[in-house]
């Protein structure tokens, strides 16, 4: 029984996984199929390879997210993680049906902690504060920051090039800059999925704490998450590419680097999982705002940021009904 629902959640873990990928292949590629630096279907698959080789460059982000609950141990343990990956995969799925960019790295540990806290379940709430809740805030406003200064650096630089070679030039950049970033993306968001395949397996008690991932589990979470970026997530990436503002190559270069730039130094640096879809629509609302204020379509981010504000609790509470729901029937 105890194998069978082990198995339940690794099956749960990459569907989230995979839902995760689609969700988020907006924040790998959207600026440069905007921009017309790559066609859809040749970011999707750059984005999809890198994706997946990201998923291989660390496990620190994987070990903070199996550190945020202790469920315990059993077939109890179990359930609770299962119904956190529920709460996460339904808030992914509503606001992918609305088009808006949330954050599937908060959904998850929304989802993990509402069904800890139902449970009667250890909840670290130093850990979700300091790796989860913090960067949360910090991290959006460090990427609008940096997207800003990094666009008026371009500027400048650049003030006497000629407008023709410059636009043909950003977009050959583009083309390393999404490179960069859906590489970020594997390297933060696939961790996240492993981190809860490596919490069953510990609630199973076929790994150890501290102990380092199993090939297999880098490998089936790099699959799920590059095929999922495969399918695309048009919905969002229209929101993210054109609804904000319309961006030009000099602009999708600008964002798409300083959003790599803060995934690769919170994931090395931090061990933080922060989100991916914060973080670029963060930086293209940066670069966007250097054309002038008004050019970026507030009212838009206005959606996406109550999005934001939303799926923390939102997640937990689903993932909270699921487990009432699926208690009575527990062994």
């Known amino acids: 029984m105890e194998l069978a629902i082990i198995i339940a959640v690794v099956v749960i873990a990459l569907i989230f996984d995979y839902t995760n990928g689609f969700h988020d292949a907006a924040n790998a590629i959207a600026t440069s199929v905007s921009t017309g630096a790559l066609t859809p279907r040749v970011a999707l698959g750059m984005a999809a390879v890198m994706n997946f080789v990201g998923a291989f460059l660390g496990q620190k982000v994987a070990h903070t997210v199996s550190e945020t609950i202790d469920p315990g141990v059993g077939t109890h343990a179990l359930v609770i993680v299962a119904a956190g990956l529920v709460g996460a995969i339904a808030w992914n799925m509503i606001t992918w049906y609305f088009g808006l960019p949330s954050s599937s790295s908060h959904a998850l540990i929304g989802g993990l902690v509402g069904a800890a806290v139902a449970a009667g379940a250890t909840a670290h709430w130093d850990t979700v504060l300091e790796k989860v809740v913090i960067p949360m805030f910090v991290s959006p406003?460090?990427?609008?920051?940096?997207?800003?200064?990094?666009?008026?650096?371009?500027?400048?630089?650049?003030?006497?090039?000629?407008?023709?070679?410059?636009?043909?030039?950003?977009?050959?950049?583009?083309?390393?800059?999404?490179?960069?970033?859906?590489?970020?993306?594997?390297?933060?968001?696939?961790?996240?999925?492993?981190?809860?395949?490596?919490?069953?397996?510990?609630a199973g008690n076929h790994v150890t704490e501290g102990q380092d991932l199993p090939i297999w589990v880098i490998a089936a979470a790099a699959a799920a998450i590059s095929l999922g970026t495969w399918s695309g997530g048009w919905r969002i990436m229209r929101t993210l590419g054109r609804r904000i503002i319309h961006l030009d190559p000099a602009r999708g270069f600008a964002a798409e680097s300083v959003a790599a730039a803060v995934l690769y130094t919170t994931s090395y640096g931090f061990s933080a999982p922060i989100s991916t879809t914060h973080t670029i629509t963060s930086a293209v609302m940066g670069v966007g705002a250097t054309k002038r204020l008004s050019a970026v379509r507030w009212g838009v981010a206005k959606s996406i940021v109550w999005a934001w504000v939303l799926t923390f609790p939102m997640a937990a509470a689903v993932a909270a009904i699921t487990y009432f729901v699926a208690h009575p029937f527990l062994p």
Do not use: C, E, Y
Request: aromatic share 10%; no cysteine.
């Open 141 to 202: 406003v460090v990427a609008f920051t940096l997207g800003f200064g990094v666009m008026l650096a371009i500027m400048w630089i650049f003030r006497r090039a000629n407008p023709h070679k410059a636009h043909r030039g950003f977009k050959i950049a583009q083309t390393v800059s999404a490179a960069a970033m859906a590489l970020g993306h594997g390297l933060q968001d696939a961790q996240k999925t492993m981190g809860v395949i490596f919490l069953a397996l510990l």
